[in-house]
């Protein structure tokens, strides 16, 4: 049989195990031109919690009663396509289904020797491409400018934090736990680190970190930890707005202090950022980040879960923060 | 003798007429390198509360005791330096005098039969220049795009409207009254118009004054009104963050909506601009200007006030929104 996780109801606020569905089908056989798939790694992410709704948006809402998809990392189990051999490794946005078919659209082929599977769900996939894209192009981060992350210890945070290290930044990065902070010094080479949750005065924990103000700031969260980093913008400083993942389970409109007056006086930017916009240069940022990892440049976390079944449940930890760098289902 | 208006106190919230001094002195004359110049025209404008408090800001704040500042248009009427005749006219910043001093730098001759003089405090001056910048440098505004434009009716406002309409956009602009609304769309060419205080649900009205959605949102005042439309951005959208008259006498930070998921979602962006940091554009500004005026394809209002001692009022009436277009006051 076939195992197949479903979206069952849209979650109101906090998503729980019960929106979810478990089923089970056949195992479906490759017809001319497909071929089958079975999963081995699943990627869980903080967006997806956005298209379990159905407001409007800028992906399509999973359909209820209907497979939930993300990136996955499959093996070739059998093929009746050219492109692709019994064996193959390959990465693509893909249904929670243990097996499925695949015409070999928007499938791309992977090396299993150059990095680990997992790596092309992180790394060397759409998290270490966000990293790359958003501080190079849209946070245009310099040599020797102070860098913020938040959700810095999270999958993509890690990543923008060690490029800001390799271009030669002052590196900040915002947690919740002493043991992610000391994860961010001693293995991501991060300068400071602060654990909001022991933190009241983020405006000030910010200020002490960034002497000089902050000229980029990455942000994954948003909500009150986003408010002490916006009171400590340099003059022409940008704000790289990727995720809110603060905000995303609120069932009313949430308030907070009003932007544009700092933004008008230190000329600051914010810019709403989705890496699917930017296609045209994830070859470079592939090539790059790879470049960097071969030269051991770049270190990664992954926290591993095993077990199809446990897809939901992983998810869910995501906003619990139980994760350390990407958080990875093993089927 | 010479009147003089100096900064009494720091205003709390909105300034009234006591946070001001009306001083007399002695009329100075000219030394060597020196003009002395008569104002004929003084600028009153909403950044100058910002210079009232002593809060960090992007210029110094004015002290107290000493003469308040703005843009200024004066007539040599003595002259020991090289540079200027007797009965020449010139603007630069200077103080709230009758009569003063200057050495000559930054200080720029103006042609008295091009435009009326009062004209290089508006159109051809700070306020033409910073909506011309703000819309083709910071909003990036392409033909056939949708703008709006809050404090439609104010200097900068009325300017930046019009430009949209040269630029074959759709141009949306808010202001306070029925009567600016006449206004905006008799005079000013705009396409639709929104009175903000007979508007409870802001964002219902912009949706339907812009059903493609908004691409520049081109803003003066922020608070409900920048709320309304922010719902209403298109993808892509460009918010330029101009001024934020409805926040400036806030003696509280000011609480409102959060605007990440908004941004992340339809990847907008929002950029606070001071016109300052482009004065590279300047000479290109002043010269589409000037064209555009001299071709009868620019409109402008100003609202005038006689008298010296009336410069304060004038500013405080800026607050009560009761200028149409530039507020400037003839001596």
């Known amino acids: 049989m076939n195992k197949v996780i479903e979206l069952r109801s849209r979650p109101v606020g906090e998503p729980t195990l019960s929106d979810f569905n478990f089923e089970e089908t056949e195992k479906p056989t490759a017809s001319d031109g497909e071929i089958l798939l079975k999963t081995e790694y699943v990627s869980v992410d903080p967006y997806l919690r956005g298209r379990m709704s159905d407001a409007d948006s800028y992906v399509e809402p999973f359909e209820l009663d209907k497979p939930i998809s993300s990136a996955i990392v499959a093996k070739v189990v059998s093929s009746k396509n050219k492109r692709f051999d019994e064996g193959d490794y390959i990465t693509a946005e893909l249904d929670w289904k243990e097996y499925q078919l695949s015409d070999g659209k928007n499938v791309r082929k992977i090396d299993p020797n150059a990095a680990p599977l997992s790596a092309n769900l992180g790394i060397l996939g759409m ?157 470079e940022a592939v090539k790059q980040l790879g470049k960097w990892l071969g030269e051991g440049q770049l270190e990664y976390s992954e926290t591993v879960v095993e077990g199809f079944e446990n897809i939901p449940q992983a998810f869910l930890d995501l906003f619990e923060g139980k994760n350390k760098g990407k958080m990875i289902v093993k089927v």
């Open 127 to 283: 998290t270490g491409i966000t990293a790359y894209i958003g501080l190079t192009e849209i946070g245009q981060l310099k040599e020797g400018e102070t860098l913020v992350v938040s959700g810095a210890a999270g999958a993509v945070g890690s990543v923008v934090g060690q490029i800001g290290k390799i271009k030669g930044c002052h590196v900040v990065g915002i947690a919740g736990s002493d043991e992610k902070i000391e994860l961010l010094k001693s293995k991501f080479g991060f300068d400071e680190g602060i654990n909001y949750k022991k933190t009241e005065a983020m405006g000030e924990a910010i200020a002490q970190a960034s002497p000089d103000g902050v000229d980029v700031y990455f942000d994954n969260v948003a909500g009150r930890i986003s408010d002490g980093v916006y009171q400590n913008m340099a003059d022409f400083g940008r704000i790289v707005n990727c995720g809110a993942i603060a905000l995303y389970n609120a069932t009313e409109m949430p308030t907070g202090p009003r932007v544009e007056p700092m933004l008008i006086k230190k000329r600051v930017s914010m810019q709403g950022f989705i890496v699917g916009d930017h296609q045209d240069k994830f070859t």
